[in-house]
């Protein structure tokens, strides 16, 4: 589910409760990242700097339209892939609303760490 309040972007999955507990499944997170560079144009992917962790995404899903983004742009990333293009305003907005999340935005950047897209 795509999840937008006051130009904030957030991609959760559905909500699953947890059998017995009350409590509710943990989310999964779309975070903003700036493109640092391209790195293989024909596979279409770049070098994104998150919260400064740097990966390989890829960014073919944006380009629709022969558009598609570039070194400084600001993206949404979710498992790998720029999914939605942000101005730099709606990506730190979104990073403060999840630095306030605590637990799921650090976790996030975890799995962001050990991921690796060559």
Known sequence: MLVTARGVTVITSPEKRLSGSGRTAAMCLAIPGQIVEITDELNRLAKVDVAGVQRTVNIGLLDVDGAGVGPGDWVLIH????????????????????????????????????????
Do not use: C, H, N, P
Not at 97 to 118: C, F, N, W
């Open 79 to 118: 498992v790998g892939f720029a999914i939605s293009q942000v101005d730099e305003e709606e990506a730190r907005a979104t990073r403060e609303l999840l630095e306030r999340m605590g637990a799921d935005y650090e976790q996030e950047l975890e799995e962001l760490k050990a991921s690796v897209i060559e």
